[in-house]
C-alpha cells in the first residue's frame, strides 16, 4: 500500500524523538481511545514513552479494555514532551486539554473541517475511523502487529463504523479488520465487551429517552431529548448514553435522528445519525461542528423547543436533498 507523504514525515518524527503525549477530543468514544492505545502500545514498542491525557474518562462499556486505566484524566498537560500527537480533532481545542501546543504538535484526523493546526498534518476523509490511519502509522514504523495493538484499531473500527453499518466502510476497512483478527483479536469478545456490558441505570435511561422520542410529521426524523433530571431519575449518567443514538435508525422508515443533551441551561450538545446518503454531516457544520456524512454534532444554544424545530428543518432538506440527488 502506497501512503502518504504526510504520513512519512510523521514517522520521521515519531523516530527522532522519545518522549510523547498523546491526547483526543472530549467525551471520548471508541475511535479515540482504541486509536490512542494502539499508537500508545505501540510506541513504546519502540522504546519510546507515551503518557495518554483526555479531558473526560472513557465510556462505561470500554473501561474494560487493557490500557484504558492508564488514560490520565485532566485539564492541562503535565510536564515536558517532544512531541503531542493528536487523534480525532478538527482544532487543538476540541481536547479540552490545556498546554498541549507546548510541545512539537502531530495533528492525526479523518474528519472533514480539520484546521491543519499542527506543525505535522496527516489528513484521510477516506479512513472510515481513525483507527485504519493508526493501523497504517504502526505498519509504517515497522512495529509488529501485536494483539493488544490490534485489538485497538478493531476496536476504533467498529464502534466508528457503528458495528460496520455507516456508509464510510471500505474494502480497507475489512483487510485491515482481518488483519486484527489474524493477530489475535477475538471479534466477539469485543463486541461483547462494547456492546453488552450494559448497568442496569444504563438500560433505564434508554428506556425513559427512547420512551420521550418525537417523530417528525413525515416520521423520517426521530428527535430524542436528555436533561440533568432524566439522567437521575433513572438512576444513570450522560456516559451511559453512549449508543443510544443509534437504536431509533433500526426502524425501517426513520431516516435521520438528532440528540440533544443538556449541557448548562440552554446549552445543548447535540449529536446527529443517518442512514446511507443522507449527509447530516453538512447539517452539524451549519452550527459551527463537523463529523462525518452519518455522524455529527455541534453545540447550540437556545429553547428547546425552537432548536428541535430549526434541526428537523435543517436534516428535511438534507434528506430532500439526498432523494433528488442534489447537494444538501
Known amino acids: 500500500m502506497t501512503h502518504s507523504p504526510e504520513m512519512h514525515q510523521i514517522v520521521e518524527a515519531i523516530r527522532q524523538r522519545r518522549r510523547f503525549v498523546l491526547s483526543s477530543h472530549a467525551r471520548p468514544d471508541g475511535d479515540s481511545i482504541g486509536s490512542q492505545l494502539a499508537l500508545a502500545y505501540a510506541l513504546r514498542r519502540l522504546g519510546k514513552e507515551a503518557v495518554m491525557v483526555n479531558k473526560d474518562r472513557a465510556p462505561g462499556p470500554l473501561l474494560q479494555f487493557p490500557g484504558v486505566a492508564d488514560i490520565i484524566v485532566a485539564d492541562a498537560v503535565q510536564g515536558e514532551f517532544d512531541a503531542a500527537i493528536i487523534m480525532e480533532c478538527g482544532d487543538l481545542g476540541r481536547t479540552g486539554v490545556a498546554c498541549l501546543d507546548r510541545s512539537f504538535v502531530i495533528n492525526i484526523d479523518h474528519h472533514p473541517g480539520n484546521t491543519e493546526y499542527g506543525q505535522l498534518n496527516w489528513f484521510d476523509a477516506s479512513a472510515a475511523a481513525c483507527g485504519e490511519m493508526v493501523f497504517d502509522l ?30 464510510n466502510i471500505t474494502p480497507r476497512t475489512f483487510e485491515i479488520s482481518k488483519r486484527c483478527i489474524e493477530a ?25 429517552v427512547l420512551s420521550a422520542m418525537q417523530l417528525d410529521d413525515t416520521g423520517r426524523i426521530a428527535v430524542v431529548y436528555l436533561d440533568h433530571k432524566m439522567a437521575r431519575d433513572a438512576g444513570g449518567t450522560y456516559e451511559d448514553t453512549e449508543g443510544l443514538i443509534n437504536l431509533p435508525l433500526t426502524v425501517k422508515e426513520i431516516q435521520a435522528v438528532v440528540f440533544f443533551k443538556q449541557s ?18 453538512a447539517v452539524a457544520k451549519q452550527f459551527g461542528g463537523g463529523g462525518h456524512k452519518n455522524a455529527a454534532g455541534c453545540t447550540v444554544v437556545g429553547g428547546i423547543d425552537t432548536l428541535q424545530r430549526t434541526f428537523i428543518d435543517r436534516m428535511t432538506v438534507a434528506i430532500d436533498a439526498q432523494s433528488a440527488g442534489t447537494p444538501a
Open 138 to 167: 504502526v505498519e509504517a514504523l515497522g512495529v509488529p502487529l501485536t494483539a493488544e495493538i490490534a485489538t485497538h484499531v478493531y476496536l476504533a473500527i467498529l464502534t466508528d463504523t457503528g458495528s460496520f453499518h455507516y456508509s
Open 184 to 208: 489475535g483479536v477475538d471479534p466477539v469478545l469485543v463486541a461483547r465487551n462494547v456492546y453488552d456490558s450494559n448497568n442496569m441505570g444504563r438500560l433505564k435511561l434508554f428506556g425513559a
Open 264 to 281: 448548562e441551561g440552554d446549552e445543548y450538545r447535540v449529536s446527529m445519525r443517518s442512514k446511507g446518503n443522507i449527509d447530516i454531516g
